[in-house]
């Protein structure tokens, strides 16, 4: 595997000038899905480069830094491990939601002029830890602070969503059926992607008979556990000529949290969603209406769900007549985890840069033969508005970022 970027860090001044606009100018992943040899480090490394290769541009012109979940003084160690010396750092950690969060904080500071590039990078090798028994799979979060009156009475991480995922049933009459039908048409979306995990496909049978997790979940309406990594570069426009591929803009986003204990949440069917998405539509001057594709975190099927109604996709309660009949499918009415999520293509961790590496490629037309999602009304022009939305702990937070070709 490849070690740390050559060669140390000369970045240029950062700009006085106006506020200016920001755009994702290169994306990929490392190796994902089951990965035993590298390190944590090393898949990083590895979607680092293959990012900085994939924006044309050259390293030097990074300044900005975001990286969490790995080392202690995260992201200082993983940016020496690369060869970075960033000006700008970010090491917000939010769980799964962490990288749309970093997304925002990264593309103010850009405009702002306070950084010219920064770059946010993930990797984790979470399978093949636990196949080696170099950890053991975590329950919860731990059980300081205020987790300490919740973890003794069973309170694991699965258990919350689920808890919430039956209060929306309790209360709009959301159906087991249609909360499978999430993991059914994730599948479906996974089966073109070659670098998903689990291609197979599913049925809503398959879905409800599978081993039970949590009640209502069964093991099918939970995210799979795999190894891997991605990267995704951000630039102001000042480098936008200088790059290898078309840019994809930062139209708008927001961020939100909401609550630690299950206590302090005011409402189970309401997420930070609903917060964050309002913020990033009014950034952006859009409506749901102008979405071609969301990728949404999809840790487990209730997520996808309740995302999409606090989005505004749909009304409050009408979310599984909305994820019904296929419309999340690439060729759907509004087509949802076009890679097959972490339900089916990959979840190392923290999964939210993986939304964002999506989203781009989509609008991009990268996507490939029977990927490739076009814009709404049509059967050829590429989609020119995607959303991501990640979600982090039980709901505890959320980011939405909306990203355009224009």
Same mark, same amino acid.
Request: with cysteine.
């Given at each position: 595997?490849?070690?740390?970027?050559?060669?140390?860090?000369?970045?240029?001044?950062?700009?006085?000038?106006?506020?200016?606009?920001?755009?994702?100018?290169?994306?990929?992943?490392?190796?994902?899905?089951?990965?035993? $040899?590298? %390190?944590?480090? !090393?898949?990083? @490394?590895? #979607? =680092? *480069? /293959?990012?900085?290769?994939?924006? &044309?541009?050259?390293?030097?012109?990074?300044?900005?830094?975001?990286?969490?979940?790995?080392?202690?003084?995260?992201?200082?160690?993983?940016?020496?491990?690369?060869?970075?010396?960033?000006?700008?750092?970010?090491?917000?950690?939010?769980?799964?939601?962490?990288?749309?969060?970093?997304?925002?904080?990264?593309?103010?500071?850009?405009?702002?002029?306070?950084?010219?590039?920064?770059?946010?990078?993930?990797?984790?090798?979470?399978?093949?830890?636990?196949?080696?028994?170099?950890?053991?799979?975590?329950?919860?979060?731990?059980?300081?602070?205020?987790?300490?009156?919740?973890?003794?009475? $069973?309170? %694991?991480?699965? !258990?919350?969503? @689920?808890? #919430? =995922? *039956? /209060?929306?049933?309790?209360?709009? &009459?959301?159906?087991?059926?249609?909360?499978?039908?999430?993991?059914?048409?994730?599948?479906?979306?996974?089966?073109?992607?070659?670098?998903?995990?689990?291609?197979?496909?599913?049925?809503?049978?398959?879905?409800?008979?599978?081993?039970?997790?949590?009640?209502?979940?069964?093991?099918?309406?939970?995210?799979?556990?795999?190894?891997?990594?991605?990267?995704?570069?951000?630039?102001?426009?000042?480098?936008?000529?200088?790059?290898?591929?078309?840019?994809?803009?930062?139209?708008?986003?927001?961020?939100?949290?909401?609550?630690?204990?299950?206590?302090?949440?005011?409402?189970?069917?309401?997420?930070?969603?609903?917060?964050?998405?309002?913020?990033?539509? =009014?950034?952006?001057?859009?409506?749901?209406?102008?979405?071609?594709?969301?990728?949404?975190?999809?840790?487990?099927?209730?997520?996808?769900?309740?995302?999409?109604?606090?989005?505004?996709?749909?009304?409050?309660?009408?979310?599984?007549?909305?994820?019904?009949?296929?419309?999340?499918?690439?060729?759907?009415?509004?087509?949802?985890?076009?890679?097959?999520?972490?339900?089916?293509?990959?979840?190392?961790?923290?999964?939210?840069?993986?939304?964002?590496?999506?989203?781009?490629?989509?609008?991009?037309?990268?996507?490939?033969?029977?990927?490739?999602?076009?814009?709404?009304?049509?059967?050829?022009?590429?989609?020119?508005?995607?959303?991501?939305?990640?979600?982090?702990?039980?709901?505890?937070?959320?980011?939405?970022?909306?990203?355009?070709?224009?």
């Amino acid at each position: 595997m490849p070690g740390p970027m050559p060669g140390p860090l000369s970045a240029p001044p950062v700009s006085s000038s106006p506020r200016r606009r920001v755009a994702v100018v290169g994306v990929a992943l490392s190796d994902c899905g089951r990965v035993d $040899g590298p %390190t944590p480090y !090393a898949l990083h @490394a590895q #979607a =680092a *480069r /293959r990012a900085l290769a994939d924006s &044309g541009l050259d390293r030097s012109v990074i300044d900005g830094f975001a990286s969490a979940g790995l080392g202690v003084l995260a992201p200082v160690e993983v940016a020496e491990y690369l060869g970075l010396r960033p000006t700008w750092v970010d090491s917000t950690s939010v769980g799964g939601s962490t990288w749309e969060v970093m997304a925002a904080h990264a593309a103010d500071a850009i405009a702002a002029g306070h950084a010219n590039a920064v770059l946010l990078v993930y990797g984790s090798t979470a399978r093949a830890d636990i196949k080696a028994r170099r950890r053991t799979s975590n329950l919860s979060f731990g059980s300081r602070g205020p987790l300490q009156f919740e973890v003794p009475y $069973g309170h %694991t991480l699965v !258990a919350k969503y @689920a808890m #919430a =995922a *039956r /209060r929306h049933m309790h209360e709009y &009459g959301t159906t087991l059926e249609q909360l499978a039908s999430v993991a059914v048409q994730a599948r479906a979306n996974a089966a073109a992607n070659p670098d998903a995990m689990f291609r197979d496909p599913i049925t809503v049978e398959d879905v409800l008979t599978s081993d039970p997790i949590a009640d209502p979940f069964t093991k099918l309406h939970c995210c799979i556990r795999s190894d891997g990594g991605c990267a995704v570069l951000l630039a102001a426009e000042d480098y936008v000529p200088d790059t290898a591929k078309a840019p994809v803009w930062i139209l708008g986003t927001g961020t939100a949290v909401s609550h630690t204990t299950m206590s302090e949440w005011e409402d189970f069917t309401v997420s930070p969603a609903a917060v964050s998405g309002r913020r990033a539509f =009014a950034a952006a001057g859009l409506t749901p209406a102008d979405v071609d594709l969301a990728e949404i975190y999809d840790a487990f099927t209730y997520m996808t769900l309740v995302t999409l109604e606090d989005l505004g996709f749909c009304a409050k309660g009408e979310g599984g007549a909305f994820v019904e009949k296929g419309r999340l499918l690439r060729d759907g009415e509004l087509p949802v985890n076009t890679d097959g999520g972490g339900l089916s293509a990959c979840h190392p961790g923290m999964r939210g840069l993986f939304l964002l590496v999506e989203a781009v490629r989509q609008l991009r037309g990268e996507a490939g033969p029977n990927r490739q999602v076009t814009k709404r009304g049509t059967t050829t022009a590429l989609p020119e508005v995607a959303l991501a939305s990640g979600t982090g702990g039980w709901f505890c937070s959320s980011g939405t970022v909306l990203l355009g070709r224009g």
